[in-house]
């Protein structure tokens, strides 16, 4: 399926430039395919740039949703990713 990480890595494959890599939007991803951190230790080299939202509701990113950023980040982390990791969401309460 075309909104799903395995197409989107052949789509990177076929192009064959460092230039072409994929936005990971970790809110999609996790309501799309679920399992984020295998999905991105298995695909990292094909990832230039991540997005955050609560799940559900693309809220804060905290205790209250269902997406353990902590251990999300730290996978990011430790494969040693050098992109871009932007915030996407809506903050519930005074920011």
């Known amino acids: 399926m075309a909104d799903h990480t395995a197409w989107g ?3 990177a494959k076929e ?3 460092p230039r072409v890599k994929l936005l990971y939007d970790i809110y999609h991803m ?3 395919e679920g399992d984020l951190i295998d999905t991105i230790r ?3 080299e094909w990832i230039g740039h991540f997005h955050t ?3 559900p509701g ?3 990113l905290d205790g209250t949703q269902e997406v353990d950023w902590r251990a999300v980040a730290r996978s990011v982390a430790d494969l ?3 992109g871009y990791f932007a915030h996407e969401f809506v903050p519930v309460g005074d920011p």
Do not use: D, E, T
């Open 15 to 17: 192009v064959a430039s």
């Open 42 to 44: 298995k695909n990292i």
């Open 80 to 82: 040693k990713f050098q």
């Open 53 to 55: 939202g609560g799940v």
């Open 30 to 32: 996790q309501i799309m």
């Open 9 to 11: 890595v052949r789509v």
């Open 58 to 60: 693309r809220h804060n």
